[in-house]
């Protein structure tokens, strides 16, 4: 299966500045998708994001505050912008492969 | 529309004894039934998955779940917890077509010596 390589692994930000997280796929894959994990919780899908078209957001979520950028089929960028307190999440991609997904190993957002 | 329910959020047993994680789901088709693992600091690790073939599936570390059309349940079982098992337990749901996944809420598992 797909190994995906994530960074940052974690980062402490201030509030008002944005993080761009990194996704790289060892292979080719067609759907890419960004999930935030807040505290305690389970997985919250944000966005799906194919190879030349725009992500689809889910709702709640806008691409003014998460641009997502997917330049070919194994790569992935997420934004977080104007951050606040509240987006301290843990942010993970993922690539869908035949019947499931592989994840990679998170990007943990401390906001403060 | 689907749906995936994890009952217990929390779970604790003895080491040696029977792990059960309990997952239900709702589904207007036969759907794709996963079971993943998050340990402390890391990103989610699939522990095995039913696509439609055999009722019981076997996993990795010992893990194994049961796909129950008729109690539209999916429980995660081990026959005797290791320490190590200690985690986040996540259950997730597709449709046959599609690629919306839906996860449950988790259950986290501790194990005591």
């Known amino acids: 299966s797909a190994v995906i390589s994530q960074k940052p692994s974690r980062d402490i930000c201030q509030r008002g500045t944005s993080l761009t997280i990194q996704c790289q796929v060892d292979?080719?894959?067609?759907?890419m998708f960004w999930y935030r994990q807040q505290p305690g919780q389970s997985l919250t899908l944000i966005a799906t994001?194919?190879?030349?078209?725009?992500?689809?957001?889910e709702s709640g979520f806008v691409i003014d505050k998460f641009p997502i950028s997917r330049p070919n089929l194994t790569f992935s960028t997420l934004t977080v912008s104007n951050m606040s307190p509240e987006d301290s999440s843990i942010y993970l991609c993922?690539?869908?492969?035949?019947?499931?997904?592989?994840f990679g190993s998170g990007t943990r957002l401390t906001v403060v | 529309a689907q749906s995936v329910t994890q009952l217990g959020s929390h779970v604790s047993v003895s080491e040696g004894a029977l792990v059960l994680l309990r997952c239900n789901y709702s589904?207007?088709?036969?759907?794709?039934l996963f079971w993943y693992v998050q340990y402390p600091n890391q990103g989610l690790q699939l522990l095995l998955k039913?696509?439609?073939?055999?009722?019981l599936v076997k996993g990795i570390n010992g893990f194994e779940a049961e796909f129950k059309k008729s109690e539209t349940s999916f429980h995660l079982t081990k026959p005797s917890a290791h320490m190590s098992d200690a985690a986040e337990y996540f259950c997730?749901?597709?449709?046959?077509?599609?690629?919306?996944?839906?996860f449950g809420t988790g259950t986290s598992l501790t194990v005591i010596p």
């Open positions: 993922s690539a869908r492969q035949g019947y499931g997904y592989t």
């Open positions: 292979s080719q894959v067609t759907m």
């Open positions: 994001a194919n190879q030349g078209s725009e992500a689809t957001y």
């Open positions: 589904s207007s088709v036969p759907p794709y």
């Open positions: 039913y696509t439609s073939a055999a009722t």
């Open positions: 997730a749901v597709s449709m046959n077509t599609g690629n919306q996944f839906y």
